[in-house]
Every structure is written in structure tokens, then in C-alpha cells.
């Protein structure tokens, strides 16, 4: 594919999820066209040399992994990204009244957005609701797919401060408007209801979140840029697993993993930091017929790439970035390393690596914070507290991360696919951290 072909079926994949429930239908249905099998966690899994299968968590978090066929240096190969992105979670509670008869709803943050990129835009929501059907309760997909709210702007008229920086008051000015007169209380939940075809008395719960209907685009006199809402991390999501189908390896278990909640802190049971990979590597080994030293001795000789968005140089403000250690749109896929340890990348993984991106023809770049500033981390190392492995973080260059617009190359998505199919293709042997062998 060229260039346009697959930076246009990203925006497609993108658009088909706009939470992080819709972000695991969507790869669901990429696994499930492929043939996959679904092993849910609370069945008895039957794996065999050559299967293709998955797992889900939560309904926000999900495993595959492809079976070789002769597992002859067995061990596992690994990508791991996250399907969530910086939002506001409306509250359970989701209605707050106003002056007149303005209805707004009641938002809180989930991440770490910048809060004036979602002023002044058409918005949604999206996300789950559970409902009470009989003496079951089915959790159901929810998607407005109509500009429904819109979080306005204090004139300038009235906030003459606000071009020489203005603190934003989340419970404040960070109320979305719903309605000028027309709905009344109750109209939320009762427009859920109408959506799934349900009775208000049914909803139990929710876990629904604002989202941007801004469209995206490909744009550039030469189409050189992308613009759409959350490619940190749905663009790392969709280029490992477009990656992981087009891969095959007959020596190890490659794996495929896509975590919820990154934002904030993974720490839950569908996290990076839960016990998610763990247990399903351990059921894997369990199923292949493997001693408890055999899994160990495979875990010893595995490797992860930690997949998820890096800093590019920005145009204006390229004083924000380290001098020499630092990535440009277009220019390739990006290495991240900390010396605190914010990323998993040492000597050892990046030499690796770099070495299958090089064969493969892929143009590598170095991504280190500034020295004076604090950066922020990802999954790779929070994955590792349960599954430690030697592991590297990558990433694409991008503009605006944690926007509700954000900006990257339009070239980049296929490097990033033809560097992680490689990685898949290329049978891995560690021996310690002495010692790199692949073929």
C-alpha cells in the first residue's frame, strides 16, 4: 500500500473508534476477518502449534497471539500499545442546569488533555452502557453519531486576559452545553435509551466520554500531513496490528497486545500494569503442554516493543526538544530512551532493534527528553512488572500529542508497519543481554 492507501485505512480504523470499546470492536473485527479464534478468559482455552487466537478484558483490552509451528526456540515476541486517549468522562450524574434554561453536562478529565483544543467544536459522546435486560445485564456500544454538544469560549469581550494566558477551571468552564431550552432534565439518559432502544430504567451504568467530530484529514500542497483526534495511540494500535496479520513466524509465539486506561497510570485490571499479559502467556504455556521451567526459560529469551507516540520537533518551538536527540515527521520511526527509566530502551534493546529496522530498510530515529525537563512514560515498563522481558519503546513522530487534533507524517505509518513486521518476521534469539541473534 502506498502511502495515502494506508494512512486513509487508519482514519477509517480511528473513526471506528471513538472509545476505547469501540477502539477493541474495531481491532476485533481486523482478528476476527483473519480467522482468529476468541478464547474468552472464563473458558477452557485449547491452543495448538499454528492457531491464530484472541482474548479480551473488560471489553476495553485486548491479546492475540499467533501460534508457530515449530516452536523449536521457543519464546514470545511482543508489541503492546493502548487503545485509550485524553478525553472527559461525563459523570453518572451527567446533567447540571444553568441560568435560563441552559442544560450542560457534568465532565470530569481522563488523562492529561490540553483543555482549550476542545473549545468551540462540534462534540459527542461515546463509550458503554450496561443495561438490565431480564435478570441479565448486557453491556452495549454506544455512539451518537450526531453533533450534539459544544464547549463555548468567554468572549474575548469579557475575558480580555485570555490571549495572556488563562487558567481553565475544569469544573467551571469545562461544562459541555447540551441545550438552550428544548431538552429538560432527564434528556441524557432518556437520548441513550432512545439510541439503544431501551427504557431509561434499564440503564445501569455508564462509562461514556466526549469525543471530537472534528473529520480528519490528509493535507499539505504535497499531502505531506495527517490531522485527525487520537493518534497517540490508535496510530501505534493500528500499525502493530496491521504489523502482527501480515506477520508470520514459525519459531515463537507472537503476540499482539492493545491495553486500556495508559492515561491513566494502567493501573487496573485491564492495564498495562495488571495481571492481563501474565496470565494469558501462562494459559498459553499451560495449553501447549509446557513445564512451569519452560515458561521461564521463554520469557528469558522474549522481547516487547513498547508501542506508543513520540514528540516531533515542533516548527515554532524547537527549544522544547533536546538538540541532537530529537524526531521530524516523515523522517522515519522513533527510539525513546530515558536514563530514569521512563522507557524501556537500553543499549541492549535499542541495538536489536535498530538492527531489524536497518535490514529491513526502515529509517531510525532517537527521541531523549531535554535534560532540564520531566518527560512522561508510557506502557513498556509498567507491562514489565508483570512480565519482564528485554523491551524497547517506540514511537511515530507527532505534533500536538494529548490534543483533540493532533498532527503527524503522512510517511510514517508505513515505516512503522514494514519496521514491526520485520520485527514479527525475524526469529529472535537472546541469550542474556550478551549475546543478539536473528535470522
Known sequence: MNNIEITKELL??????????????????????????????????????????????????????????ELDDYHFQMTASHSD??????????ELGGQGE?????????????????FDRPLTVAGRVLVQTGNKVESKLLYI??????????????????????????QVDLCPLFSTGELKKGAFDQMIADELGVEVSQILGKDLF?????????????????????????????VSLKAFLDSKNDHAVNVYACFDNEEVGSNTKQGAM????????????????KSADEYYQAVARSFLVSCDNAHAVHPNHPEKTDQV?????????????????????????RALFTGICNKAGVPVQTFANRSDVVGGSTLGNLSNTQVSVHAVDFGLPQLAMHSSYETAGIKDTGYA??????????????????GILYE
Open 325 to 349: 536527540n530529537c524526531s521530524y515527521m516523515n523522517k522515519g520511526i522513533v527510539i525513546k530512551e530515558s536514563a530514569n527509566q521512563k522507557y524501556t530502551t537500553d543499549a541492549f534493546s
Open 274 to 289: 495488571s495481571t492481563f499479559l501474565y496470565d494469558v502467556l501462562q494459559r498459553v504455556n499451560v495449553a501447549l503442554g
Open 12 to 69: 477509517s480504523f480511528i473513526q471506528d473508534s471513538p472509545s476505547m470499546f469501540h477502539s477493541i470492536k474495531t481491532i476485533r473485527t481486523y482478528l476476527e476477518e483473519a480467522g482468529f479464534t476468541y478464547l474468552p478468559e472464563g473458558k477452557v482455552w485449547n491452543v495448538e502449534k499454528g492457531g491464530n487466537y484472541y482474548t479480551i478484558r473488560n471489553h476495553s483490552s485486548v491479546i492475540a497471539f499467533k501460534v508457530g509451528n
Open 210 to 238: 466526549l469525543v471530537n467530530r472534528q473529520k480528519p484529514v490528509i493535507w499539505g500542497l504535497k499531502d505531506e500531513f495527517v490531522s485527525t483526534p487520537k493518534l497517540d495511540d490508535l496510530q501505534c494500535a493500528f
Open 102 to 118: 441552559y442544560l450542560r453536562l457534568d465532565v470530569e478529565a481522563y488523562g492529561g488533555m490540553i483543555d482549550s483544543t476542545w
Open 417 to 434: 508497519v514494514e519496521s514491526l513486521t520485520a520485527f514479527y518476521n525475524t526469529n529472535i534469539k537472546v541469550d542474556e543481554a550478551e
Open 145 to 170: 453519531d450526531k453533533d450534539i454538544l459544544i464547549i463555548p469560549n468567554v468572549a474575548i469581550h469579557f475575558n480580555r486576559e485570555i490571549n495572556n494566558g488563562y487558567a481553565y477551571n475544569r
Open 85 to 94: 486517549s485524553p478525553t472527559y468522562k461525563v459523570k453518572s450524574v451527567p
